[in-house]
């Protein structure tokens, strides 16, 4: 079995050659390298591999796991990927570097009054749920345009991508192309896309972060 360290080795070099396939530049695309649920000794082996961009999907999690580890490594990069409640938008100011899941009013407004009162830069991704799908987290695609304009205009936010899920068990390539469309008659240039199972296509259609849980740590525990 492949250690940590072999799997980010051969994710690296596969990213640069579909970026490549793709003329795309290897350093427009960055490695998320997905740490939820793994615990602080799995973590440690991404970070000594030289990996520094993380995401977490819980505010509480993530604090339990990461202040000690950014004491040994402090240019870790934190991104929150999971639900936000407004109720926790202060630690998520202080803890995360980007929040990927903007989605609605009021949390824009709950992450614009925490950003003021810590005076910290925290950038924003806004998540759209690209399938339109009941259950799933994210604006809907036909409310993004006015929302990404609020969240820059009304709440004064560093609207810095898109983010988002396609749906289960369906091609995500004209999901990916669809969020592609939505940032860039926006103005928005982040594109984070594309997990363990379609991360080649997403690069392909101009993912800039790339989500990798399984990949590089294997088959989650079922419980997430
Ligand atoms: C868990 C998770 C991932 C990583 O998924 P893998 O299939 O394990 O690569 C990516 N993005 C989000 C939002 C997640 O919750």
Same mark, same amino acid.
């Given at each position: 079995?492949?250690?940590?360290?072999?799997?980010?080795?051969?994710?690296?070099?596969?990213? !640069?050659?579909?970026?490549?396939?793709?003329?795309?530049?290897?350093?427009?695309?960055?490695?998320?390298?997905?740490?939820?649920?793994?615990?602080?000794?799995?973590?440690?082996?991404?970070?000594?591999?030289?990996?520094?961009?993380?995401?977490?999907?819980?505010?509480?999690?993530?604090?339990?796991?990461?202040?000690?580890?950014?004491?040994?490594?402090? !240019?870790?990069?934190?991104?929150?990927?999971?639900?936000?409640?407004?109720?926790?938008?202060?630690?998520?100011?202080?803890?995360?570097?980007?929040?990927?899941?903007?989605?609605?009013?009021?949390?824009?407004?709950?992450?614009?009054?925490?950003?003021?009162?810590?005076?910290?830069?925290?950038?924003?991704?806004?998540?759209?749920?690209?399938?339109?799908?009941?259950?799933?987290?994210?604006?809907?695609?036909?409310?993004?345009?006015?929302?990404?304009?609020?969240?820059?205009?009304?709440?004064?936010?560093?609207?810095?991508?898109?983010?988002?899920?396609?749906?289960?068990?369906?091609?995500?390539?004209?999901?990916?192309?669809?969020?592609?469309?939505?940032?860039?008659?926006?103005?928005?240039?982040?594109?984070?896309?594309?997990?363990?199972? !379609?991360?080649?296509?997403?690069?392909?259609?101009?993912?800039?972060?790339?989500?990798?849980?399984?990949?590089?740590?294997?088959?989650?525990?079922?419980?997430?």
């Amino acid at each position: 079995m492949e250690t940590i360290p072999e799997r980010l080795a051969a994710i690296r070099l596969e990213m !640069d050659r579909i970026a490549h396939r793709s003329s795309r530049r290897a350093q427009d695309i960055e490695l998320l390298c997905v740490s939820k649920t793994q615990d602080a000794s799995r973590i440690q082996q991404a970070l000594v591999a030289g990996q520094r961009l993380f995401g977490e999907n819980r505010v509480q999690e993530a604090q339990d796991k990461w202040p000690a580890l950014q004491q040994t490594y402090p !240019d870790a990069k934190l991104h929150l990927i999971g639900p936000l409640q407004s109720n926790k938008a202060r630690q998520a100011v202080e803890l995360f570097d980007v929040i990927e899941t903007v989605d609605r009013p009021k949390i824009a407004q709950a992450l614009a009054h925490e950003i003021q009162r810590a005076g910290k830069a925290v950038d924003m991704f806004i998540e759209i749920n690209i399938g339109s799908e009941p259950q799933k987290a994210g604006i809907l695609p036909q409310n993004a345009d006015l929302f990404i304009k609020q969240c820059r205009e009304d709440y004064g936010l560093s609207v810095k991508g898109l983010m988002c899920i396609p749906p289960q068990g369906q091609q995500a390539a004209p999901y990916f192309a669809f969020l592609a469309q939505i940032a860039k008659r926006n103005e928005v240039t982040g594109l984070s896309m594309g997990m363990s199972a !379609d991360y080649p296509i997403a690069i392909q259609l101009g993912a800039t972060l790339i989500r990798l849980g399984t990949a590089i740590f294997g088959e989650r525990a079922k419980i997430e």
